[in-house]
């Protein structure tokens, strides 16, 4: 199920600058009275429209890296850079105007607001903003993911791919650059993973940057690359 995608080339042909990029980062950790090497030198480049994979083992720093690529943690040394431009250094408002700006997140346990409709679930990363075309993107986006029939259900009268399709639509109500999932399959059968995976296919058709951190070799037959981290450390598959 794996594409073949030219982007990477194409991007750097023309001097274009990735959506997302890390280099040379460490992320260490006192714990317990001992140094954790939790990132160690981790060179990593998301070219627009590219699904990247991350695999590993339990500890290898999955979740520090993707917290690091969100922009919900700061590396000990390396540069973290979004469209070329440094922001390891960013304050925290800056952080999270950046986020709001760049980022979509979609996480394993879908983290719908129970009493919201679907609409309302993916309006809510707008809920401060002055936005009179949210309402119509957020039903749009809905429609996309194959939920146009579904606006006004809650999270009980919905499937368990259909809160994840809800996330995703929520997680691009800001038009992201970037999107970040934390095991997006983690808590679908098979067939019903396949259609979320399918979702983030025609998200990266959309020049959007997937970065999925994965237990579930599933996930892998859509990216378009598998890097794998193994104690801090990441390599190629």
Known sequence: MTRSRSAGAEAEAAGVEPPLLLSGVDRTYERGGETVHALQDVNLAVDAGEFVAVVGPSGSGKSTMLNTLGLLDTPTAGDVLLDGREVSDADDARRTRLRKEYIGF????????PTLTATENVLLPTVYDADAKARPRAEDLLGRVGLGDRLTHRPTELSGGQKQRVA?????????????ADEPTGNLDTDTGRQVLGEFERVCDGDVAVVAVTHDELVTEYADRTV???DGHLEVR
């Open 168 to 180: 995703i639509a929520r997680s691009l109500i800001n038009e992201p650059e970037v999107l970040l």
């Open 106 to 113: 979609v996480f394993q346990d879908f983290y719908l607001i």
């Open 228 to 230: 794998e981290l193994v």
